[in-house]
């Protein structure tokens, strides 16, 4: 009790400065990760977002004990991942971007097999194994091979196996990578649903509308190195505000109006429209209110925000990576 | 632990059942290896050839019952295909076979004058080791002839064998292919029930649980050593049959042995999955770590009295070395009833040293390989 | 045109996986070549000579006569005895550990007794075969040198000089990485399509999937052809194999249609396989199999009835029965039958890679692929 209530109250996983080098001292020597800072609470979605080859599953190999870092600390539930390798594998599960599932047994047995392997007590085996079929929706399924299943159900049925050992924190690796809309959203609402059920999900993506849709933390992570970490509204705020775009029948209108509330606001005159950035509704009421008198003049009223791909790219630039 | 393993050990049945066309080579290969060598074992007894007779009488006959009669313990020295002259001057020609002896016309009347008399052994000779074999037996004949004519004349020889009788050739061969069998199998089965769970990318999904390396090494090991048991079960009844090997004499001892040689297969197997991560290279390399073990530690005791200078005493002194060749020994020896039963301890623990640092290089190689390099 | 600009790129596609993956060519390079070491370091490549240690206690001229007999005994290759000099007692020893398989003495009593003494280490019949005969070998000489000898044989060999044991199995050894090279490279890269998930992309070219094969045909025989070049090179320094550059020529231009045959069995065979786990043991033991009991490890004549039989029925045993007699000069060309054979097998293989590619490849396809 007293120890849920320790993990509560601390960081779940914790990377402190952590470099990781390959085949370090060699000609090969590959920087993988560069001072990498991450605290992720309990119950927390925390979204490593970057571009291929950033440093994201590596990351995920870190919190999993698979490598250790070179230089820096990194403490999953209160342990060191490869000291107690263990113990953290008893508490966490992962997804990994290839699924790891046996293509000619069907969907039950490779939940079978991952169960009995893991340990989960025999007599509740068959029960756990169609309570996780449930929850992925791969019942109807569950006889059949899962090499004749589409992507997205080999990534559901991935989900269930993490789930089978009821882990403390899920790992997800791409989870929706090269699945369909109808997928993806299910996958979506059966993460959210675990988050709820007070798991700690952390998961990587180089899909935005993934990190927007999911991230209550997004870690934008670029060529080893930490980015820029936030809420994705806070990371759409910090390159840039809310504009409110106001378009006119005629430039000399757009014009009188730009001289009248330029002083006041922060707006930019464009052909015939003007760019007003207003972050909260109330500067925008004050606005229209001011420019009731050129209603007639105006055609019509849009409204723009950064999205998080703005953000990236913002931060990770146009360059193609490989 | 238990339930680990036995987790493993199904889902490898399972998927051995699902696509069963691979475990079926892996229970073909020895098995018709086997039936290969058995086919071809035979040349270093007999030897097919024709004669070409156009002498009559006693003297004739009795040669020719020498040429018929001479043999060893694992059959007759010559298969004579024809005593017909014209059909034996044709298949000679027709290269159907490679040696012909003819016997002269003058050969009875000079043999009853007194005179001597010449054959003519004619040999394609696209191989010196049948030119050899032919000249040797045809020696042996003419030895035999002349001790029959007269049995004071000629030097004979007393013999003072180290072992009561001559093992035959088939047999001694046939312990080295038992243990062939046993480690090919056992080598390629848990080489690629390893190396599968990299290569189809389920590895991570194992690797990542609590229960750690073991209950993987474990339960590779039982699924490989029931397609052991089930190929050894194949193996000894054909090498009965084929062969001749005396499967009734293999004793508590021998079974140990051979459960010793699956081990030292499978913890090669286990090494070389770790270290290729594929089965691809796997399986040629077990099969020539398979032909080595059978060519040289299971030929080793007869390698050992020519293997005089050059590559082939380097190559004995390598398999002398290897613990394989005395336990191999020991197994022929106990089935063909030359020795007591002993446990060799030396060779057994040279052995079990051998199998413990494979097995320990593969989990070194395994725990620093979790590196599953990123993206992957 | 644009079949042959396809054909090339998936030959030089093919050359760029095979130097990259270098198990896929390392297989039927060190296949036949550890075989061929083995062969020949355990058959007796290096001649005829067995060690054998020998004490004339007599010291007669009788017994000395007998001593030049068995040191004059030889094959046609090179003598039959190497006399190792040891004391008797360290002879005896040495029998008794293995060390030697026979120890003669000639007793001070020879000249009565016309007896010798045989101390031998029976391990199996093939050694006592070696041993024994070679003896009554060196008896027959020695009575011959007496003139007490009433039947002598003559030997007529069909080319004056022995193809030694080492070069017959060196000339194995180079059809065998032919046939093999052939058969497993074609396969590998059939296979490799199917690991890798490529084969859609092989399936849909404009140019029709059986360039693929043809390609794969094409990089097959021309990797086999020149591997084959190591085993060749090395018997030709090592293992007294004599070199008749015509012959050889003859060989590896009229081996071509059958490489081409056995590249479409690797392709057939890959194409209902397609794991290299499963292709690999199953092309090696053709291999293997073909070089035991086809010709590559003795002539088929030298087989025993069943093997002669199943030899005759088994059609790759004509690479060793065939090429073999050329290699060695045994023969300066090919019959009309056998160059009508060599042909259909390249037409064969055109065949094969044909069902492979239409028929076979298709069916690999299914959903979500």
């Known amino acids: ?322 | 632990m238990f339930h680990s393993i036995l987790a493993i050990v199904c889902k490898d049945l399972l998927l051995i059942i699902r696509k069963p066309m691979f475990s079926i080579i892996s229970l073909l290969v020895p098995l018709l290896f086997i039936i290969f060598y058995a086919l071809v074992i035979h040349t270093s007894s007999t030897n097919p050839i024709v004669i070409a007779n156009h002498s009559e009488g006693p003297y004739t006959d009795r040669f020719i019952d020498i040429l018929q009669e001479i043999k060893s313990v694992e059959g007759p020295y010559l298969e004579i295909i024809t005593l017909d002259s014209e059909l034996a001057f044709e298949k000679y020609n027709n290269r159907q076979v490679d040696a012909l002896l003819e016997i002269p016309k003058s050969f009875e009347k000079n043999l009853s004058t007194g005179k001597q008399s010449a054959l003519k052994l004619k040999v394609f000779n696209i191989n010196s080791d049948g030119t050899k074999n032919y000249q040797l037996r045809i020696d042996h004949a003419l030895y035999e002839f002349h001790k029959s004519l007269n049995e004071e004349s000629i030097i004979s020889t007393n013999e003072d064998m180290t072992f009561v009788q001559d093992t035959p050739m088939k047999s001694y061969v046939s312990t080295g292919l038992l243990i062939f069998s046993v480690l090919l199998t056992s080598m390629v089965s848990t080489g690629t029930l390893m190396a599968r769970e990299w290569e189809e990318r389920t590895a991570k999904s194992i690797v990542l649980t609590p229960k750690g390396f073991l209950p993987l090494i474990v339960g590779k090991w039982v699924t490989a050593f029931l397609v052991t048991v089930v190929n050894t079960v194949l193996v000894l009844p054909l090498l009965y049959i084929l062969l001749g090997y005396p499967i009734g004499q293999m004793t508590t001892l021998v079974w140990f042995y051979l459960l010793l040689f699956f081990l030292y297969g499978s913890a090669a197997g286990v090494l070389l999955g770790v270290l290729f991560k594929k089965t691809l290279p796997i399986v040629p390399i077990s099969v020539v770590i398979g032909m080595s073990e059978f060519l040289v530690s299971s030929l080793e005791s007869y390698i050992r009295g020519f293997a005089h200078g050059g590559m082939t005493e380097w190559l004995w002194r390598l398999g002398s070395w290897w613990p394989s060749s005395e336990i191999i020994d020991t197994i022929r020896f106990t089935v063909e009833g030359f020795e007591q039963i002993a446990i060799n301890w030396g060779a057994l623990f040279y052995m079990a040293l051998w199998v413990g640092l494979m097995i320990i290089i593969a989990l070194i190689k395994l725990n620093k390989q979790l590196s599953f390099t990123q993206g992957q | ?369």
């Open chain 1, 1 to 322: 009790m007293d120890n849920n209530k320790l993990i509560e109250e601390k960081f779940v996983v914790e990377i402190n400065k952590v470099d990781l080098i390959f085949n370090k001292n060699s000609k090969k020597e590959f920087k993988a990760l560069e001072k990498l800072d991450i605290k992720i609470r309990n119950g927390q979605i925390f979204c490593l977002l970057g571009p291929n080859g950033s440093g994201k599953t590596t990351t995920i190999n870190l919190i999993n004990g698979l490598l250790e870092p070179t230089h820096g600390d990194i403490t999953v539930l209160g342990m060191k991942p490869s000291k107690s390798r263990k113990t953290v594998l008893r508490k966490i599960s992962l997804v990994p971007q290839e699924t790891a599932l046996y293509n000619d047994l069907t969907a039950r047995e490779n939940l079978l097999f991952h169960a009995r392997y893991y340990g989960v007590n025999r007599k509740y085996i068959s029960k756990k194994v169609d309570e996780v079929l449930g929850i992925v929706q791969l019942k109807n399924r569950q006889n059949d091979r899962v090499g004749t299943f589409s992507g997205g159900m080999q990534r559901r049925l991935a989900l269930a196996r993490a789930l089978l050992t009821e882990p403390e924190i899920l790992l997800l690796d791409e989870p929706t990578l090269g699945v369909d809309v109808q997928s993806r959203n299910a996958i979506w609402e059966q993460i959210r649903t675990l988050a709820l059920e007070g798991k700690t999900v952390i998961l990587t993506t180089n899909y935005m509308e993934e990190a927007e849709a999911l991230g209550e933390q997004v870690l934008i992570i670029d060529k080893g190195k930490p980015v820029k970490s936030g809420s994705p509204n806070e990371l759409k705020r910090y390159i840039g505000q809310k504009q409110m775009i106001i378009h006119f029948t005629d430039t000399t209108y757009a014009k009188q109006v730009y001289d009248y509330i330029a002083k006041d606001y922060d707006v930019t005159f464009k052909g015939n429209q003007l760019n007003v950035n207003t972050n909260t509704l109330n500067i925008q009421f004050q606005l229209l209110q001011q420019l009731s008198k050129y209603e007639k003049h105006m055609s019509h009223l849009d409204y723009s925000e950064p999205n998080l791909q703005d953000v990236f790219l913002h931060f990770t630039g146009k360059e193609l990576r490989d």
């Open chain 3, 1 to 369: 045109m644009k079949k042959w600009q396809a054909i090339l790129a998936i030959h030089n596609r093919n050359m760029k996986i095979l130097i990259r993956q270098k198990q896929m060519l390392i297989q039927p390079i060190i296949v036949p070549l550890v075989l061929l070491f083995l062969m020949v370091v355990i058959f007796g490549g290096g001649g005829d000579n067995w060690p054998v240690v020998i004490a004339d206690e007599s010291k007669s001229v009788e017994s000395q006569a007998l001593m030049e007999a068995f040191k004059n005994s030889e094959s046609n290759i090179t003598p039959y005895f190497d006399l190792i000099e040891m004391n008797p007692y360290e002879a005896e020893k040495k029998v008794s550990e293995g060390r030697l398989h026979l120890f003669i003495k000639i007793p001070d009593n020879f000249v009565e007794s016309k007896n010798i003494e045989l101390k031998t280490y029976n391990i199996n019949s093939d050694a006592m075969k070696n041993v024994r005969l070679r003896v009554e070998h060196a008896l027959n000489k020695y009575f011959e040198q007496q003139g007490e000898l009433k039947v002598i044989s003559h030997q007529v060999t069909e080319q004056p000089n022995d193809v030694w044991r080492s070069a017959f199995y060196g000339g194995s050894s180079v059809l065998l990485t032919l046939f093999l090279g052939s058969m497993i490279i074609a396969a590998n890269l059939h296979a490799f399509d199917h690991e890798n998930r490529s084969v859609k992309e092989i399936i849909l070219t404009p140019t029709g999937s059986i360039t693929a094969g043809l390609g794969i045909i094409l990089t097959s025989v021309y990797v086999s052809l020149i591997i084959s070049l190591i085993p060749l090179t090395l018997s030709i320094l090592f293992l007294h194999f004599d070199f008749h550059f015509y012959n050889i020529l003859l060989v590896y231009l009229s081996i071509i249609p059958l490489l081409i045959g056995c590249a479409g069995i690797g392709l057939l065979l890959g194409a209902c396989f397609k794991q290299y786990r499963v292709l690999q043991p199953l092309i090696i033991l053709i291999a293997i199999g073909t070089y035991i009991i086809g010709g590559g490890f003795a002539g088929v004549n030298m087989l025993m009835p069943l093997a002669r039989e199943i030899a005759n029925i088994w059609i790759f045993s004509v690479i060793f029965e065939w090429f073999n007699p050329v290699i060695h000069n045994f023969a300066i060309s090919f019959s009309f039958r056998q160059y009508t054979f060599l042909l259909l097998a390249g037409i064969l293989g055109f065949l094969f890679t044909f069902i492979a590619y239409r028929f076979k490849l298709r069916n690999s396809i299914f959903g979500g692929q």
